[in-house]
């Protein structure tokens, strides 16, 4: 079913019933279109993080999950009909199994990375940082694949504090997964 005309705030039960082939977004119950196609790059750099990402908890409790992959934020015990945030993180990382389900993941992950595009800069960098840090992803990645750069935001208290802009000369710890080092020369091939 298509989009239905526009209404004042949209939930997560009527992000069920929309057109499959449409990515969106719902936060605090407004729509948001999500590029259909990211750029090569973009799709080279998510597959070498993903990677880095998927081998390292090969043995571990947590799990990866690359977009689309809904993610559903600030649900506490709310119904479907309820839930105003749902959102297609590029990379999402949940260690409390208890979280995730057949339609994705009820509540925060651990730690979030968004690939920026073009089209999302403004999205990524401030409309869902603010929702990030309110959902208390304890680790938000922003990764720039023309830039080759990676900023990290640790959540300090009820804040996220900048840990700063990592380039491809650099190597970084994965401040959620204790042991996880990336080479961020292997990331930017």
């Not at 998510?46 to 571990?60: H, N, P, V, Y």
């Not at 990764?143 to 700063?164: A, C, M, R, W």
Request: aromatic fraction near 10%.
């Amino acid at each position: 079913m298509p989009i239905p005309n526009k209404k004042e705030k949209y939930s997560y039960t009527d992000y069920l019933t929309w057109n499959e082939g449409e990515r969106l977004e719902l936060i605090d119950g407004d729509i948001f279109n999500i590029s259909p196609a990211p750029s090569r790059r973009h799709q080279q750099v998510l597959r070498e993080l993903s990677t880095a990402f998927s081998i390292f908890l090969r043995e571990k409790e947590c799990e990866i999950f690359f977009a689309p992959f809904d993610v559903r934020l600030l649900v506490d015990n709310k119904l479907d009909n309820e839930i105003t945030n749902v959102v297609q993180p590029d990379l999402s990382i949940v260690c409390d199994q208890e979280k995730l389900d057949d339609k994705g993941c009820n509540g925060s992950p651990d730690m979030i990375i968004e690939i920026l595009s073009p089209s999302s800069v403004k999205l990524d960098r401030w409309i869902k940082y603010q929702l990030y840090e309110e959902a208390k992803i304890k680790e938000y990645w922003l990764v720039d694949p023309v830039n080759e750069s990676v900023e990290i935001y640790l959540l300090t208290g009820e804040q996220y504090k900048f840990q700063g802009v990592f380039t491809k000369e650099d190597t970084i710890t994965v401040h959620t997964l204790s042991g996880l080092t990336l080479d961020l020369d292997q990331v930017f091939v």
